[in-house]
């Protein structure tokens, strides 16, 4: 069925290096991409989206590309702090006549050590 | 603290007993969603409000899971007859209508059930 995933469950990283956590989706019907991050004991976070026409979009500290020939989205932290430190899911956003709904992939862990 | 809202943050039950969770949104968001977390997984879809209206029920919400958002306001998720299998987070989330598109939902801290 239709799914999104991560290819790697852990990534360790020394602080002030970049990070760079990858995500396979298989719906091409996706509107919307989005990463959340989630820390220890807390609800997710939004990070960034990235609307299905576009292949990249730079925030704060942060870049998501979008490649959609490979169906692979990707985010990209800049010098990784240990506030960093956190669980980063990537979702798809389709949107329909009642509205619309994430569908999230499992999960990369990310840890920055000092 | 404006964010979402969610009671209790803990819950423990045996199996067969009825438990009931409180969401209370963003005061300005119209939209409010349900979503249910085991761990190691990203949350899934349970159902979402716009204003009072249940839009969208997802297949995982069975019989024995309701949910209502009486005034537009807070939402309530309720789980009758509780099973093992129904040991998760249940997280809340809400968002502006005109931001719900792109999928920026804030989330709240869930609501952590363990039937045993």
């Known amino acids: 069925g239709e799914s999104v995933g991560l290819h790697l469950p852990t990534l360790s990283v020394q602080e002030g290096d970049n990070s760079i956590i990858n995500c396979a989706y298989s719906n091409s019907a996706s509107d919307y991409f989005i990463w959340y991050k989630q820390e220890s004991g807390k609800g997710p976070q939004f990070i960034i989206d990235?609307?299905?026409?576009?292949d990249k979009r730079q925030g704060q500290r942060v870049t998501v590309l979008l490649n959609k020939t490979v169906k692979h989205l990707s985010l990209q932290i800049a010098a990784t702090q240990p506030g960093d430190s956190a669980v980063y899911f990537c979702?798809?956003?389709?949107?329909?006549?009642?509205?619309?709904?994430?569908?999230f992939g499992g999960g990369t862990r990310l840890m920055v050590k000092p | 603290d404006t964010g979402v809202s969610q009671d209790p943050r803990h819950k423990i039950t045996k199996r067969g007993q009825n438990v009931t969770f409180r969401c209370d949104p963003i005061?300005?968001?119209?939209?409010l969603y349900w979503y249910r977390q085991t761990l190691g997984q990203g949350p899934e879809f349970l159902t979402y409000f716009q204003n009072e209206a249940q839009l969208e029920k997802s297949r995982l919400l069975s019989d024995r899971f309701s949910a209502e958002r009486p005034k537009g306001s807070f939402s309530t998720l309720e789980i009758q007859r509780t099973e093992q299998g129904d040991s998760a987070m249940y997280l809340c989330a809400s968002s502006l209508l005109r931001r719900a598109n792109t999928g920026e939902l804030f989330f709240g801290e869930g609501s952590r059930l363990t039937v045993l």
């Open positions: 005061s300005e968001h119209n939209r």
């Open positions: 990235i609307r299905s026409n576009m």
């Open positions: 979702a798809e956003n389709i949107l329909n006549n009642a509205g619309n709904m994430l569908t």
